[in-house]
């Protein structure tokens, strides 16, 4: 038998609209990996300039002067349309440019190295998969292939297979697309199993089945969902929530209280300017996280437009007025979620608090209010559960032999209704939301005109009546029914649904017995086999561009440090002219280089290490 050190490793991420978050089970326990800035969670921000790509910490670090070509948030546009509301009022507040592409998808435009590009929202958040990944690598030594990657509980099928096609570019091997609120209910319940385990005065393990509400609101998405734990196993009741609601509208109810404070103040409208947007924003999310410890602080942007400052005092009373209507919303779904799961909020036994939003004081108070004064479980880290949760459900579809770990077994529910558009064009419900995952239901249709020998199946996804407004599937032509007066041919229409979230729908003719079926999985989506191939190919294009610039900067660094230490390392005069030359020789060869490939810099990088290889040690 192979050696369980013989297993690749399977890492969580919790990729967030605003910041990112790897974990991976070892010695037995999920650890959180920091960055390379020692960071737990990256920003997910993805940055063009004339030398490069920065990714994470390096991107959000230069975005006040690089906003159009900085790109974040990406998240709240991936499998979504260019014409839905939601992305039209996004972009209103975005630097970054976002134009529509084919099918209506989609595309952010940046400069980069001097030429206009365009990008999907999946290639955007494969490259922040790309930095998460690495991040991982570095910390393991070794390659990472195999990943669980999370999304909000209420994401439809086109935003999953969006998700899980942007981790295929990254070079990763998604192995299961994971509800946030899900991950999060298993870092609570595994928390709290191996925390009893080291009880010695308790030996036998709490058998008894509780009610856990997950209340996630991070800097883009609302989930909230409610499950029953018991050792070892998670079920997921009910779920609900909203994938445009989060850190970012707070910010934006801010950025337009500002706005207006500018413009009635100098009579100057800073709508139109990117680059002042984008540097109030910066002030306003610092201003909205002082807000959770401070009950006033203010907002300061030196020279913010046409060379006016601009400094204001802002109030936590006034930043809750500002979005009451946002945080009332939070605790509307709770209550849709109670009532999808039939409980009565009493029958709650924990609530537990995830994502960073919920650091805002006044969401932790309507929450505690909503449950009666209920304590609220902030025990986890909200930046980090998400993570912890997706690397422990990793380590378990890995083959981790660790018992806990081994005998995890999650039980998970439809995030939306599924079901087929009727003759009259309504949509007839087949599989309720929130039913649990495997199941199979069945429907049936009758033939709307006489002698009619075919049927259309369309397959739709969404809660409304009229099935235009929901989200296509897909749709198949079943053919071989028998001529016949409307209304008497049968057709039987099959969902099944696997534990992998995996939809195979089948019709069939009862009177003939002819048959037809599709599979819809997460592979599928808008993006075909070749443009997912074409964009693997050109994320090795611009890792092998980022490689490249590395090198660069690598040799400037060195070249500029042994100049530098000629002057103080003590050496001869001789030795001293030697290095400055050797040292001025590198930079004017990189001046003059400005294509030269990665192998030719390693190529001077390593001529300076074998010259001088007491004072390039560290490099």
Same mark, same amino acid.
């Given at each position: 038998m192979a050696s369980r050190r013989n297993i690749a490793?399977?890492?969580?991420?919790?990729?967030?609209?605003?910041?990112s978050c790897v974990a991976v089970w070892q010695n037995n326990r999920a650890e959180i990996i920091p960055n390379d800035q020692g960071n737990r969670i990256t920003p997910s921000c993805v940055a063009f300039t004339e030398d490069g790509r920065l990714l994470g910490d390096a991107a959000k670090n230069q975005t006040d002067m690089n906003p159009t070509n900085t790109v974040f948030a990406v998240k709240r546009l991936i499998g979504r349309r260019f014409s839905?509301?939601?992305?039209?009022?996004?972009?209103?507040?975005?630097?970054f440019k976002v134009v529509a592409g084919p099918k209506d998808r989609p595309k952010i435009v940046v400069n980069?190295?001097?030429?206009?590009?365009?990008?999907?929202?999946?290639?955007?958040?494969?490259?922040?998969?790309?930095?998460?990944?690495?991040?991982?690598e570095t910390y393991l030594g070794s390659i990472v292939k195999n990943a669980i990657i999370t999304v909000p509980a209420y994401f439809n099928d086109s935003q999953r297979q969006a998700?899980?096609?942007?981790?295929?570019?990254?070079?990763?091997?998604?192995?299961?697309?994971?509800?946030?609120?899900?991950?999060?209910a298993i870092a609570y319940g595994f928390d709290k199993i191996t925390k009893g385990r080291k009880k010695t005065l308790k030996k036998t393990k709490d058998k008894k089945k509780k009610s856990v509400l997950i209340f996630d609101l991070g800097g883009g998405t609302f989930d909230v969902s409610l499950l029953s734990v018991v050792h070892g196993k998670f079920v997921v009741q009910a779920t609900t929530g909203d994938t445009h609601l989060g850190g970012e509208d707070f910010d934006d109810r801010l950025v337009e209280h500002c706005v207006k404070e500018f413009k009635k103040k100098y009579n100057k409208d800073i709508t139109g300017n990117a680059k002042s947007l984008r540097r109030l924003r910066t002030a306003c999310e610092r201003a909205k996280r002082m807000l959770s410890s401070s009950v006033m602080t203010s907002i300061d942007v030196d020279y913010l437009y046409e060379g006016v400052d601009f400094s204001t005092r802002i109030s936590r009373a006034r930043f809750e007025e500002l979005n009451k209507e946002l945080f009332t919303r939070c605790t509307d779904l709770i209550e849709k979620c109670l009532s999808d799961a039939k409980i009565d909020k009493t029958g709650v036994d924990v609530v537990v608090l995830v994502g960073g939003s919920t650091r805002i004081p006044k969401i932790q108070q309507l929450v505690q209010d909503f449950f009666k004064g209920k304590e609220l479980c902030m025990g986890i880290h909200p930046d980090e559960a998400v993570a912890y949760g997706a690397a422990i459900q990793a380590a378990n579809l890995n083959g981790e032999r660790d018992k806990d770990v081994k005998n995890l077994v999650l039980v998970d529910v439809t995030p939306l209704s599924l079901g087929v558009c009727d003759n009259d064009g309504?949509?007839?419900?087949?599989?309720?939301?929130?039913?649990?995952?495997?199941? #199979? *239901?069945?429907?049936?249709?009758?033939?709307?005109?006489?002698?009619? +020998?075919?049927?259309? /199946?369309?397959?739709?996804?969404?809660?409304?009546?009229?099935?235009?407004?929901?989200?296509l599937l897909a749709e198949f032509t079943l053919d071989g029914i028998e001529p016949?007066?409307?209304?008497?041919s049968k057709v039987d229409v099959c969902f099944d649904i696997d534990a992998d979230g995996i939809l195979t729908v089948s019709a069939e003719v009862k009177?003939?017995?002819? #048959? *037809?079926?599709?599979?819809?999985?997460?592979?599928?989506?808008?993006? +075909?086999?070749?443009? /997912?191939?074409?964009?693997?190919e050109d994320a090795a294009h611009y890792k092998a561009e980022d490689e490249k610039h590395k090198a660069r900067i690598s040799l400037e660094y060195l070249a500029e440090k042994l100049k530098s230490m000629a002057m103080d390392s003590g050496c001869s005069a001789s030795e001293m002219k030697t290095m400055e030359e050797k040292a001025e020789n590198a930079i004017a060869w990189l001046e003059t280089n400005h294509h030269a490939e990665i192998g030719e810099i390693n190529k001077q990088l390593k001529e300076l290490k074998t010259t001088f290889p007491a004072l390039c040690e560290e490099n």
């Open positions: 490793p399977a890492i969580g991420i919790d990729l967030g609209t605003t910041y839905d509301s939601i992305v039209q009022n996004d972009v209103k507040y975005w630097p980069y190295r001097g030429v206009e590009k365009q990008f999907y929202a999946e290639e955007i958040s494969s490259m922040v998969l790309v930095k998460m990944k690495e991040i991982a998700t899980k096609n942007a981790g295929a570019i990254a070079g990763l091997n998604v192995m299961r697309i994971m509800d946030e609120p899900t991950a999060a309504k949509m007839t419900f087949v599989v309720p939301r929130n039913t649990p995952i495997p199941t #199979k *239901k069945m429907t049936s249709r009758v033939t709307a005109i006489d002698n009619q +020998t075919s049927c259309l /199946i369309s397959i739709y996804e969404g809660e409304i009546a009229d099935s235009k407004y929901n989200n016949a007066p409307k209304g008497v009177s003939s017995g002819h #048959k *037809k079926k599709i599979v819809i999985s997460k592979q599928n989506g808008d993006l +075909t086999a070749a443009e /997912i191939q074409k964009m693997i």
